[in-house]
């Protein structure tokens, strides 16, 4: 068994680059598929969900080449082939194959998603809008299976903002006959992202980062060249790891715009921040005021930095109250950090967290960001050390977790143990 070792209370130093979005590469890979031709992604960042999603395009037939931070994808062989089982049920963004086979075959069997399961996380919207586009869906012992005689632009209301039904939509119309417009659409930066590579690709879409967006469909899709965007999630973990160690450390590779809510919830806490125009300096201070966080959707606090920010909150003074309105049982790691002597209680959707001093403990990973929540724990403690299991969910999510923070001082290693 594989886990982190950590000995904490070392203020972080220096500077770290941040890799290409997992949540843009994971919809971007399997974009791909439409195409005709080569698509060549570079900034990709190397992580475990990024390796499984070459596996799975690999297993259709496509010519997958990964170098460093770059993937070619030739899809021109790829067939329809059904996915029940396998690499799909190991990655949650898995549910991107419905609407890339669907758009290029109309029709497609993929079994539903792994991933990190903090509560359930149903696809309704998802197999909402492929139905309004003009297939058949059917769940046949937990696959699902797709088949449209022809798909046709229509009008989509979401009922929730959910990113990963815009993107599918996205991908299945961008090959539809006629208009699709999807109203009350996710705004998150890697809907833009994803809209910019099928554009790029031959595909009309309009209004992304807004809650309407206009998809004219076209019959065929050409390869392009993409960079991804930064992750905002890792850059943000990574500014809440270098203020929890009062530290002071340049995240290099950002967009700014897409912190602002960290950026301001920080600066509220007493943290200093300078914003550069990629990159955003942190500068810890010694005393931190408690504050109250609302996960939302973007542009609101994203709630996938709603674990490492309940970290960060018991490094501040008095009572702060996160609550998560887009996923609300998502505190798997409260209990891990009560371990650790963390004064948290959860009260419905919100963790109500009480500043004070953790301790060393042995802890567990119960998903990705639950991971990143102990591992800045655990470097805010300087006796003893921190152990952290569960690492296969942190590498889903952070490349190079290790070497960075050693980078930046960290005293953290890998230990497996048979
Ligand atoms: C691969 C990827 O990009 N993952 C991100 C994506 O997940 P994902 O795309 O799965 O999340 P969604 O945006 O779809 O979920 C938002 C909310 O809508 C609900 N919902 C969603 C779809 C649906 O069909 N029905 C429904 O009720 C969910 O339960 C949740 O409460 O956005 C989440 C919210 O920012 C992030 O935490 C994940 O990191
Ligand atoms: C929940 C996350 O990812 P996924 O949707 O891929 O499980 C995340 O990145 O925090």
């Known amino acids: ?21 997992k949540n843009s590469a994971i919809a971007l890979i399997p974009a791909a598929i439409l195409a005709e031709s080569e698509v060549i992604l570079d ?26 931070s770059q993937m070619k994808i030739d899809p021109s062989s790829i067939k329809s082939i059904p996915m029940p089982n396998g690499s799909v049920k190991k990655l949650r963004a898995s549910y991107y194959m419905m609407g890339a086979m669907l758009g290029r075959f109309k029709e497609a069997i993929i079994g539903l998603p792994g991933g990190c399961n903090f509560e359930p996380r149903p696809i309704d919207q998802h197999i909402k809008g492929f139905e309004a586009l003009g297939a058949t869906i059917t769940n ?17 209301y979401l009922d929730v903002s959910s990113v990963g039904a815009t993107i599918n939509i996205m991908l299945a119309a961008a090959r539809a006959k006629g208009a699709t417009i999807i109203e009350n659409a996710a705004k998150e930066p890697e809907i833009i992202d994803v809209a910019t590579l099928l554009n790029s690709m031959g595909a009309i879409i309009k209004g992304a980062g807004t809650e309407t967006i206009r998809i004219e469909g076209v019959s065929e899709l050409h390869g392009c060249r993409h960079s991804i965007i930064p992750d905002r999630i890792q850059a943000g973990t990574y500014m809440i790891a270098a203020a929890a160690t009062r530290g002071n450390v340049l995240i290099d590779n950002v967009i700014p715009k897409h912190m602002e809510a960290l950026t301001a919830k920080m600066q509220e806490m007493g943290i200093g921040i300078e914003e550069y125009d990629e990159s955003i300096r942190v500068i810890g201070a010694s005393r931190y005021e408690h504050v109250d966080v609302k996960a939302l959707v973007y542009p609101g606090f994203a709630t ?3 674990s490492p ?16 309105f887009v996923y609300s049982n998502r505190f798997k790691h409260v209990p891990e950090l009560v371990r650790m002597g963390a004064k948290i209680r959860v009260e419905g959707r919100s963790a109500i967290i009480e500043g004070g001093r953790l301790n060393a403990a042995k802890v567990k990973a119960a998903d990705l960001r639950a991971g990143a929540a102990l ?4 470097l805010t403690v300087s006796e003893g050390v921190t152990e952290v299991t569960g690492v296969e969910y942190i590498d889903r999510g952070y490349d190079h977790l290790v070497s960075n923070l050693r980078q930046l001082g960290a005293d953290v290693w890998r230990q497996t143990d048979n």
């Open 43 to 68: 900034n990709l960042p190397l992580l475990s969900d990024v390796a499984v999603y070459s596996e799975i395009l690999e297993e259709l037939g496509a010519t997958v080449s990964w170098e460093g």
């Open 309 to 324: 920010m309940t970290s960060l909150l018991t490094q501040a003074q008095g009572v702060s109250v996160l609550s998560d």
């Open 375 to 378: 591992v800045i724990a655990g």
């Open 304 to 306: 996938d930095l709603q």
């Open 140 to 156: 046949e012992h937990g696959a699902i299976h797709l088949h449209a005689k022809e798909l046709r632009g229509n009008k989509i």
């Open 1 to 21: 068994m594989e886990k982190l070792m950590i000995t904490g209370g070392r203020p972080l130093q220096g500077t770290v680059s941040i890799s290409g979005a």
